[in-house]
Structure formats: structure tokens, C-alpha cells
């Protein structure tokens, strides 16, 4: 699509203080979200601020995380599951990402599950941008959304519908908040919905030049490198609940501020609830889920004008990120 630049980007190495971040009163926040439960794990505590603040929350989960090929090994007890067998994989995360929903907006969280293939967001980015070359899972067999139930069930799987959609989602919700992955994810399905979440920034306040829109734009770390958080990578979950987030110290500033909002006992309990609703990832990765729920949520908070400088964003990430630790395209080996 984009990838032609050649210029080289320093990489800014130290550490910055982090600070309150201030959740006014009725604010819209709008989560993106790659996977069902990186809602959860990223702004779960976030979310009941600002619905505790007389505002709206509005959660899109892109894809059905549907090509966890260990999770849906230990499910099915089959050394090769079928594409049928990663399909009812999907459907039961979406369940669980519907489930978390009620916990933490007692109904008046408004979820969208778009329903793409687990893997397929970065492909729509740089192999797959327009509409007749969807990208087709190697799981469930796939170059459509396929999911019953899910906002764009029969969608093609390709960038340019993608961008669209969240640029439709954009201008319909109006958020004062948007929380979405950092384009410095060690995965490649966030990673590549940072980039889009910006594209599509950009597109949004392009079409409303006469508005004063000035979003706050929160970048989220749920991947980085193994053993961040602390005891992500435990093999047995442990409880963090006294213990602030902080963002790791190696995670390029890149010029912006991080900012941390520190949850009561309550919203933290909560958090509890609503990531214990998603038992396919409870069984497998408990340790990484745990280590999210802690006394505070971080974020890299960027400028509405940072979405101008799309390419150096992406040049910058491609000075860092080589390759993807967790890319469902690589797991084809069972």
C-alpha cells in the first residue's frame, strides 16, 4: 500500500513520567480493539470512568481472534483442527466479548463485532487493500466475514472496507476519546489496526475541516517484548490488583506524553469480572490476562496532528518492529 519510504527515524530510548489522565465529564470514548478481550485489557477501567462520568462508551472489536491454534487445540483435543472447528472457536470469543460488555456497561455499552479473520488486519493493510483481493484465512477458509451474528457478517476482507468502516464508526460516534493498539505492537493484528485507526483519523477530521475536533488519542500496549507486564509470563496467575501499570521503559516516546489513569478498588473488581468472561483465554493464558488487572491503565497519548504524519509513523514502527512474535499467519504448524 504505503511502504515506500526510506527515511531513517531515531528512535527515542528513555523513559518519560507518566500523567493523570483527566476524564472529563460526559465524554464519548470510542475502543478499538484487534481481538475479543484486548477491549478489556487495554480500557476496561477506563470505560466505567467515564460511563461513572455521565458519558457514552462505544467498543468495536475488528476481528473473532478465531486462529488461536494452542487454544483451539486444548478445546477440541485435535492435534489438527478443521476450519469448522476455528470457526466455532470464533463465535464462542465473540460470545465472550459480549458477556465482558454486560459486566462492565450493565447494557449501555455499545459493541460492534466486525468479524474479521484473527490475522487479517495487517494483511488488509499491506497485501490486501482493495475489495477484489480480500484476504482469505488459512484457518477457516474464509474472504469474507463469516459470523452470523457479527455487524459486517458477508463484508470482504480487505483494507479499504476496513478503513471505511471505522471511518463510518468515526463520524457517527464523535469521540472525545479514542483508545486504540500502539503502533509499536509485537502483534501484527494490533500493530496493524493502530495504523488504520490513524488512517482513519485522518480521514474523519478531512471530512469535518469546519469542526473543532480534538479527540484525545490514547495508544494502548497489550504486546511488547516476553515478561512485560510482570508476570505475564508466569504460568500461573497472580494477583496484580495492588500494583500500577507501567508502560515498559524500552517503548519509544516518540515525542509523545504517557498518561495513567489510577482505578478505584471498585473499577479494578470490575475489570476482575469482566476479563474472567473469557474462559478460551482464561484456560490458556490466565498468567497474561492477570497481569493487566492492576491499580492503574496506562497509555501513550498522542495529537490529532500526529495522524498527518501517517508515513513516519509507519517508517518509525518499521525501524522497530522486524517481525511480529504473535502473527496467526506463522502458526501453521501445529
Not at 61 to 88: I, M, N
Request: glycine fraction near 8%; include cysteine.
Amino acid at each position: 500500500m504505503f511502504f515506500w519510504l526510506s527515511v531513517a527515524v531515531a528512535l527515542p530510548a528513555a523513559a518519560a513520567p507518566e500523567q493523570a489522565l483527566d476524564v472529563g465529564r460526559g465524554e464519548r470514548l470510542l475502543i478499538l480493539a484487534p481481538h475479543p478481550d484486548d477491549e478489556s485489557l487495554s480500557a476496561a477501567g477506563l470505560a466505567q470512568r467515564v460511563f461513572a462520568n455521565g458519558g457514552s462508551v462505544r467498543s468495536v472489536v475488528v476481528t473473532s481472534g478465531d486462529a488461536y491454534v494452542d487454544a483451539v487445540v486444548q478445546q477440541t483435543g485435535k492435534r489438527k483442527p478443521s476450519a469448522a472447528d476455528f470457526l466455532a472457536f470464533g463465535e464462542r470469543r465473540l460470545d465472550e466479548s459480549r458477556r465482558a460488555a454486560q459486566v462492565l456497561g450493565k447494557g449501555f455499552l455499545h459493541l460492534d463485532l466486525l468479524g474479521f479473520s484473527d490475522g487479517s488486519i495487517y494483511s488488509a493493510l499491506v497485501s490486501h487493500w482493495r475489495r477484489n483481493q480480500p484476504m482469505r484465512s488459512d484457518f477457516t477458509g474464509f474472504d469474507h466475514v463469516p459470523y452470523s451474528e457479527a455487524v459486517d457478517r458477508g463484508y470482504a476482507q480487505d483494507g479499504q472496507d476496513l478503513l471505511s468502516e471505522l471511518v463510518a464508526i468515526l463520524r457517527e460516534t464523535r469521540p472525545t476519546m479514542i483508545a486504540f493498539p500502539d503502533v509499536m505492537e509485537n502483534d501484527s493484528d494490533h500493530a496493524g489496526l493502530g495504523m488504520f485507526t490513524l488512517l482513519a483519523v485522518r480521514d474523519w477530521l478531512a471530512r469535518e475541516p469546519s469542526q473543532n475536533i480534538h479527540p484525545k488519542m490514547l495508544a494502548y500496549l497489550i504486546h511488547w517484548r516476553p515478561g512485560w507486564p510482570t508476570g505475564s509470563n508466569w504460568g500461573i496467575a497472580q494477583d496484580w490488583s495492588g500494583q500500577p501499570m507501567q508502560l515498559p521503559d524500552d517503548l519509544p516516546l516518540r515525542g509523545h506524553r504517557r498518561v495513567c489513569l489510577n482505578l478505584m478498588p471498585s473499577e479494578v473488581a470490575t475489570k476482575r469480572q469482566a476479563m474472567a468472561e473469557y474462559q478460551t483465554q482464561q484456560l490458556i493464558m490466565g498468567d497474561f490476562l492477570s497481569s493487566f488487572v492492576r491499580s492503574s491503565e496506562c497509555f501513550t497519548q498522542l495529537q490529532t496532528g500526529d495522524t498527518q504524519r501517517i508515513e513516519n509513523v509507519v517508517e518509525h514502527w518499521r525501524h522497530v518492529r522486524k517481525a511480529f512474535d504473535s502473527h496467526p499467519l506463522t502458526r501453521r504448524k501445529i
